[in-house]
């Protein structure tokens, strides 16, 4: 960021966009937040919040003192990005679908729509950094390793990176908030969202069973005792503890498995039970950054959910040309066919892929 350019702001109406926006002005670059509707109310009780969100962005463009536009991506994220999210979870499979919105919305459609506008760049709110060395962009974590989302990022190609500023990436959450706070941003005590990308928080089972034909099934130990009943095995995912609705002697149960086909749950007790952990994994549908595959096998490490460290593995080719076989050095728990696992060489993310099976 070495001499003033036009920036589009994807302005979320939370403190971390209202800060990146800030930041970027500060710098003396010319500053354009964009507010991205990708979801339709579909519900009287308020749970997408994208009105309220509108009006906080609006507030905080007129604090800075800079245009607020506004795009509509609602069809794009139906069929890029909900869609696939419904079959997978009806294939009893768990989505990520924040990896998958912010290629095909957040650095794809809201990308050409700030070239539209003449923009240089984009810049978003995520904690990740971006590098240039030996003549390609690398996606690096984000200092505040609590708030990291580089493993969200893992999709974005060189294209998208060489467009894309992080301005947060070397803050900390609570330095965001404190100079939100000293600017009088408005929105600098406003809450984190904790829900589904563009759809809010609200209740998920509920919300799923609006669009997938789930029904109630048996809840049942490995060795086939049924102890409980459940709303549908494809609402659920492994190492779930929350929402099972059983109890008893032994201490609380998880998720270990899932069978969709017969509709039934399976379920151990103990956080660190054998069955919810895994030594190895298969991953499909890999995506480099750099473009093409770096050379296996190799040391790397690996996470496969957000928030978690990075665990130390060794990645080799699958047995399908296009996949990747990864063995950790320590059992990994609750690996979730469906997910993400997200390739880490220090602090570089390197790519990743969907992960297939565990054992």
Not at 149 to 159: E, I
Not at 220 to 246: F, S
Request: glycine content about 10%; proline content about 5%.
């Amino acid at each position: 960021m070495t001499h003033p350019s036009r920036v589009v702001v994807g302005l979320s109406g939370g403190v971390d966009s209202a800060v990146a926006a800030l930041l970027l002005q500060r710098q003396g670059h010319e500053v354009i937040g964009l507010f991205m509707k990708n979801w339709e109310e579909d519900d009287e009780a308020g749970h997408c919040s994208a009105e309220q969100d509108l009006a906080d962005a609006r507030a905080v463009c007129e604090r800075l003192g800079i245009p607020l536009h506004t795009a509509n991506f609602s069809a794009e994220y139906w069929h890029r990005v909900f869609r696939k999210f419904l079959d997978e979870y009806e294939a009893g499979r768990t989505p990520n679908p924040d990896v998958l919105c912010n290629r095909e919305i957040k650095f794809d459609r809201f990308l050409s729509h700030a070239r539209e506008l003449g923009a240089d760049h984009i810049a978003t709110g995520h904690y990740a950094r971006v590098g240039f060395h030996d003549g390609r962009w690398r996606l690096l974590r984000g200092v505040d390793t609590d708030k990291d989302q580089s493993y969200f990022l893992y999709l974005l190609n060189q294209p998208a990176l060489a467009a894309s500023w992080f301005p947060l990436g070397a803050l900390t959450k609570n330095q965001v908030r404190e100079l939100a706070r000293e600017a009088g941003l408005p929105v600098h005590a406003r809450k984190d969202s904790t829900g589904i990308c563009f759809i809010g928080e609200r209740d998920f089972r509920e919300f799923l069973g609006r669009y997938l034909d789930s029904r109630p099934g048996d809840i049942c130990t490995p060795d086939g005792v049924v102890v409980g009943e459940h709303a549908g095995a494809m609402l659920y995912t492994i190492g779930q503890r929350q929402g099972l609705g059983i109890g008893g002697a032994g201490g609380p149960w998880y998720v270990a498995d899932k069978d969709v086909s017969a509709n039934r749950l399976v379920v151990v007790q103990g956080h660190d039970h054998p069955d919810l952990l895994s030594e190895q994994l298969e991953a499909t549908d890999t995506h480099w950054i750099a473009g093409a595959a770096p050379p296996l096998p190799r040391s790397l490490a690996a996470g496969t959910r957000y928030r978690q460290p990075p665990a130390r593995c060794e990645v080799r080719a699958g047995k399908d040309t296009a996949g990747l076989n990864i063995r950790f050095a320590e059992p990994q728990r609750a690996v979730a066919p469906g997910q993400a696992v997200v390739l880490y060489d220090g602090d570089e993310c390197l790519g990743g892929g969907t992960i297939e099976r565990r054992s």
